[in-house]
T-cell receptor
Framework: GQQLNQSPQSMFIQEGEDVSMNCTSS?????WLWYKQDPGEGPVLLIA?????ELTSNGRLTAQFGITRKDSFLNISASIPSDVGIYFC???????????FGAGTILRVKS | NAGVTQTPKFQVLKTGQSMTLQCAQD?????MSWYRQDPGMGLRLIHY???????DQGEVPNGYNVSRSTTEDFPLRLLSAAPSQTSVYFC????????????FGPGTRLTVL
């Protein structure tokens, strides 16, 4: 079953606002990945995190690997209409390649 | 590079029919995987492969078979389609053990009547 709790489930925000979403687990993860999925497309990798405490940016996006290794956060600054979509977190629990995905955060931006 | 390609884009099957979803990647990635995406449930791993000739089960493998005869191709077979297999299927590939970034194909939307 689902091992990652992603919140919020959906967001409806004003253009220009900052957005925050997070992913938590009861297990320790060695890798956190954040993906974005546009309608009718496959997920696209946004940010990859490999060390506890790591903070990485990609343009207006910033993600952090939680110090406890059980959570991760994604922030989007100054949201624009093209930010709409579904954002997924994914984590790897042990040495290997299997990823576990959160259920996703649906982002809707009001222009 | 074309990246990860999937065919077909859409498919409608009747219960009991079999079919193969195709997946290919031209990035020389060792790791390939199949996921299904259902509303509110994220992506769930069906099967994966860490290299040619090696496959293993994921979270929801029942009703699906895979094989990996080449590095490039990783087909997913539905043996006897059921309505519960109506879903969007994504294939992904990645470089291997130390770097877990996986790159996804565009998906196949399957409906089983």
């Amino acid at each position: 079953g689902q091992q990652l709790n992603q919140s919020p489930q959906s967001m409806f925000i004003q253009e220009g606002e900052d957005v925050s979403m997070n992913c938590t687990s009861s297990s320790i993860f060695n890798t956190w990945l954040w993906y974005k999925q546009d309608p009718g497309e496959g997920p696209v990798l946004l940010i990859a995190l490999y060390k506890a405490g790591e903070l990485t940016s990609n343009g207006r996006l910033t993600a952090q690997f939680g110090i406890t290794r059980k959570d991760s956060f994604l922030n989007i600054s100054a949201s624009i209409p093209s930010d709409v979509g579904i954002y997924f977190c994914a984590g790897r629990r042990e040495y290997g390649n299997k990823l576990v995905f959160g259920a996703g955060t649906i982002l809707r931006v009001k222009s | 590079n074309a990246g990860v390609t999937q065919t077909p884009k859409f498919q409608v099957l009747k219960t009991g029919q079999s079919m193969t979803l195709q997946c290919a990647q031209d990035m020389n990635h060792e790791y390939m995987s199949w996921y299904r995406q259902d509303p509110g449930m994220g992506l769930r791993l069906i099967h994966y492969s860490v290299g040619a000739g090696i496959t293993d089960q994921g979270e929801v493998p029942n009703g699906y078979n895979v094989s990996r005869s080449t590095t490039e191709d990783f087909p997913l077979r539905l043996l006897s389609a059921a309505p519960s297999q109506t879903s969007v299927y994504f294939c992904a590939s990645g470089r291997g053990m130390l770097k877990n970034e996986q790159f996804f194909g565009p998906g196949t939307r399957l409906t089983v009547l």
